[in-house]
């Protein structure tokens, strides 16, 4: 989705998170350059851009890229779905049916995620508040994170795992 790409990197350049004499926002479009952004990180080297924008052409790397870049992410922007499940701080966009409105408030319920927010305003009121110095949002949903992990709240395909492997279903 071009315009969604475009609409996001003009969206966020104009509240002022591109680097200066750089792009605003590194744009990442391929699985290759999924594992080099990721790999990256791990190596404990700073990203090259404030934001990247993930955007693709095919299937197999956007969904593959949730995997990978949960991994090494500070916040995760997505419409709310089974994203809202990622042991992951989350600003949920507006969705795109009603169905996934749910995941939404589950994940604001977990305190891992924000509501959802419908306009742009609302999530750009969100971006600030997690580029807050010691973000205190930022902080509380990575409390929230620990505290579920502990509670094993993310531990559902790995419960679903033992039991198939155990043929108890």
Known sequence: HDHMKEAFKKSIAAIGMGEPGGPAVGVVDSHAGVLRFCETLR????????????????????????????????????????LAFYPVPKLMIRRVGDHEAYSAVRASEMGDGTFEARELEDAMDYVKLFREPASPLLVAMNNAIERNNAQGVYDGCKEAMELIATNRV
């Open 43 to 82: 190596s404990g080297a700073p990203p090259s851009h404030a934001v990247t924008l993930f955007a693709f052409n095919d299937y197999f790397p956007a969904v593959a890229t949730t995997d990978l870049a949960s991994r090494v992410a500070d916040v995760l922007c997505c419409k709310p779905s089974e």
